[in-house]
């Protein structure tokens, strides 16, 4: 999927950003990122072909494409396993095979809402789930998420994580935008700034550490256990509000040597992802795949 | 398309936001059947009046029956961006349909009238002439054209005060004087007939400029 030269104005008002130049391959994932206004969820409008962009073309989009909004009102009467059935079906899904899917992924995301229950009484979180089941109850070629961590609980993390590492390892391009001072486990390949209208990769030391495979480990500290060990420490994510125990991203090559230490530590590991690629914020370099002119305004 | 159709209608019902258009026609309906055994036409002409702008708003709402950011997810999910706006304005008819044929039959079921096959056929094809006109409004008035509610609202009822009161603006205007001329039935069912296919061809017309106004509005 290609944008060349991709600018959004609403309006007659200045653009948004201008000259967004990105070639995204399947099997990437990729993160928008900026702050509030700075056009994240307009770029994924763009992405999923609800917007025209006022500059510029995008080709290649895939024909499968699975949307999560940020927001999901469901102000709806009608349930949450029918409102399923509907959209499976809408996707071409018989009506069992669209019944089917639904509970298979209202049990993985562990839905406590009551599939029968209307979904305007569903908790934000549970709501959220219902968003995100959507899109995948046919296996979208492109899955688009804004903001995907807000309002999931840890469990939903989780899921979600290995959700993206599993579209993305079957060849499905992965768009999310995200808040860099909300939490949530770094999973893109590549992240594009919108404030600063460039291309951030992971590691300062070149395109081959891009693709530096890491593992997102979970640990609780059990009453009685020591600190954690230095190498270990610098690697914990920002912790959700809440949130009790500790995520840490590490490269994939270190991972046991890490969890030894931490077990050593007397610390006790919740939950180890499959292999993500590390692209962690904290290191960035130039333009790569994509480049872009500065903002022309209105951010 | 009829899985999106299902659901449309589905959500349609849920919410119910059908009830006031479907009522406000039903009271017409239902004051007007006077049982004084006079011409079905006459009456007939102002079921075509009162269909107008009860379609309009029942388009309207059925439109309105997703919050935005569900209908983004649907329109994703249907693949073809456009496929939602036709699946409202289908269900939009349906609802139409339903309300013209009972409105054709229930004079009859008030008062003994004097009526063939050819006054329910006119009546019936008369009222979908205003109501397809009435589901075109609707399409240009819904939220995913014009954001802003009280600027919708008032070209709903700019475009439906014109249709029923400026003499040389086809189709519903025509219609209710030709059903009130006294007539029979077979003189004004070619007219009628005509005025169903124009209206049929608006409404095909109508339905890319709306889609493509939409997607301008986001």
């Keep these: ?299 | 398309m009829i899985a999106l159709y299902r659901y449309v209608a589905a959500g349609v019902l849920h919410r119910q936001l059908y009830l006031p258009p479907v009522l406000l026609f039903a009271v017409v309906v239902a004051v007007g059947s006077r049982g004084d055994g006079g011409p079905l036409l006459p009456l007939y002409a102002l079921w075509v009046g009162a269909m107008l702008p009860c379609s309009v708003w029942l388009t309207v709402a059925v439109l309105a029956t997703e919050d935005a950011v569900q209908e983004r997810i649907t329109r994703v999910n249907a693949r073809r961006m456009w496929f939602p706006l036709v699946a409202g304005a289908l269900v939009a008819l349906t609802f139409d349909v339903v309300m013209a044929g009972a409105a054709v039959f229930f004079p009859l079921l008030v008062g003994v009238r004097p009526a063939g096959p050819a006054d329910l056929m006119v009546g019936f094809l008369a009222q979908m002439a205003a109501a397809g006109t009435g589901v075109v409004v609707g399409l240009f008035c819904a939220r995913q054209v014009i954001l802003r509610p009280g600027y919708a609202l008032l070209l709903a009822a700019v475009a439906v005060l014109a249709l029923l009161l400026v003499r040389w603006i086809p189709p519903v205007n025509p219609l209710i004087r030709l059903l009130a001329g006294g007539d029979p039935a077979s003189a004004v069912i070619g007219p009628v007939l005509l005025a169903d296919a124009s209206v049929a061809a608006l409404l095909i017309a109508a339905l890319p400029i709306a889609r493509r106004l939409q997607r301008i509005s986001g």
């Excluded at chain 1, 959209?87 to 899904?93: D, E, S, T, V, W």
């Excluded at chain 1, 903001?147 to 999931?152: A, C, I, M, R, S």
């Excluded at chain 1, 001072?181 to 700034?193: I, K």
């Design chain 1, 1 to 299: 999927m290609k944008l060349t030269a991709v600018g959004q104005r609403y309006g007659r008002g200045p653009l948004l950003f201008s000259n967004l130049t990105l070639d995204l391959e399947p099997g990437e994932v990729v993160a928008f990122s900026g702050s509030n206004g700075s056009g994240k969820s307009t770029v994924l409008g763009l992405l999923a072909g609800l917007l025209q962009p006022s500059t510029g073309t995008i080709t290649g989009r895939p024909r499968c494409v699975g949307l999560v909004p940020e927001r999901f009102p469901a102000q709806q009467r009608m349930s949450a396993s029918a409102y399923l059935t509907h959209m499976g079906r809408i996707r071409g899904l018989s009506t069992a095979a669209a019944q089917h899917a639904t509970q298979a992924l209202l049990e993985r995301f562990s839905f406590t809402g009551g599939p029968r229950s209307p979904m305007r009484t569903l908790s934000k979180g549970n709501a959220q789930k219902v968003a995100l089941a959507q899109a995948l109850l046919v296996p979208p070629d492109l899955l688009i998420l804004d903001e995907p961590w807000t309002g999931l609980d840890e469990v939903g993390h989780d899921v979600l994580s290995g959700i993206i590492t599993e579209t993305a390892g079957r060849g499905a391009l992965v768009a999310l935008s995200r808040h860099l001072a909300v939490p949530g486990p770094v999973v893109e390949s590549l992240r594009y700034d919108l404030d600063e209208a460039r291309v951030f990769h992971p590691s300062p030391s070149g395109p081959a550490a891009d693709t530096v495979p890491a593992v997102l480990i979970e640990l609780r500290r059990p009453d009685g256990a020591g600190p954690l060990p230095e190498a270990l420490a610098r690697r914990v994510l920002p912790r959700r509000p809440g949130q009790e125990t500790a995520t840490l991203l590490v490269p994939q090559r270190d991972r046991d040597r890490l969890l030894l230490a931490a077990l050593e530590a007397g610390w006790s590991v919740v939950f180890v992802s499959r292999a993500v690629t590390d692209s962690n914020g904290s290191s960035n370099g130039g333009p790569g795949s994509g480049s872009a002119g500065p903002p022309a305004g209105g951010a």
